[in-house]
């Protein structure tokens, strides 16, 4: 079913099912406090008191809550907010809340207050539950929130994290979004396969894995990459997907072959 941009406060999109569990999006936050650590303690200029906005928490606000004790370990005193579009969870969030953490009701129009601006936008498995005709007015929805220079990451994860992916998009002075990356992780646990990879894409991704799309090739040369590199694995799992990813770089694509990223089992994949 899809969804209207609108100018009122009435929250735009739909209800998701709101199910996680405990820890699912932590790989996720480790990512973004190795990724970019002065996103989350600069507070020069409009990034002072800015936000951290978890977009659609699910039926309790664990995620909001884990998410503040990793990222204040960082900056004590980032503002964090936690949205979501069933009015229920809101209320059952609000014991939770305190002077830096909040919860409110809304959707991709984001439901700030008078002065507040958004340094990061983190949402994870919102997107999937929506048509991909959805995706790109969600994103416009959501651009003017987010500070230039300030940053989204939006993609979906296995129902206890193990596996994820997601668009990296990065706030611009217009108001629109540059996209920066598409990010895969893994913590090895599952060994590694490239094909998982397929089912977890971001929305704008997932039904276009066919032959004549650019991230159907990406995908065939990562398997052919992987494939190619077997040999690497008597090393260990780690071993191997980072010797893969060399390869896949070798073949053109602009892959990050940095230690910390490819030992912990993160590909980023630079758009």
């Known amino acids: ?19 996680t569990a405990s820890n699912r999006l932590r790989r996720v936050d480790n990512f973004v406090l ?35 004790s990793r990222f204040r370990k960082a900056n004590p005193n980032l503002p964090i907010l936690g949205v979501e579009i069933d009015k229920d969870r809101v209320e059952a969030a609000q014991p939770f809340a305190d002077e830096r953490t909040f919860f409110r009701l809304g959707g991709f129009n984001l439901p700030l207050q008078a002065g507040e601006r958004v340094r990061l936008i983190r949402a994870f498995n919102v997107l999937r539950q929506y048509e991909e005709q959805d995706f790109a007015p969600a994103y416009e929805t959501l651009a003017p929130y987010v500070l230039p220079g300030g940053l989204m990451i939006e993609g979906t994860s296995t129902p206890f994290g193990q596996l994820w992916s997601a668009n990296l998009a990065r706030g611009t002075e217009a108001g629109t979004w540059d996209f920066e990356a598409l990010v895969f992780s893994t913590n090895f646990r599952t060994g590694f396969n490239v094909e998982e990879f397929q089912t977890i894409l971001p929305k704008n991704h997932i039904h276009h894995v066919v ?25 260990g799992v780690r071993q191997w997907f980072s010797a893969a990813a060399e390869s896949l770089s070798a073949r053109g694509y602009k892959i990050d072959l940095h230690r910390k990223w490819l030992s912990k089992g993160w590909l980023i994949w630079y758009l």
């Open 34 to 68: 190795l990724y970019e650590p002065s996103l989350l303690t600069r507070t020069d200029g409009l990034f002072a008191d800015s936000l951290f906005v978890d977009l659609g928490y699910g039926f309790d606000p664990r995620t909001t809550l884990e998410s503040a």
């Open 1 to 19: 079913m899809p969804y209207l941009r609108s100018s009122s406060k009435k929250p735009v999109g739909l209800p998701t099912r709101g199910k």
């Open 211 to 235: 032959a004549g799309e650019p991230i159907h090739a990406f995908f065939e040369a990562w398997k052919r990459a992987a494939a190619e590199n077997i040999g690497a694995k008597v090393y």
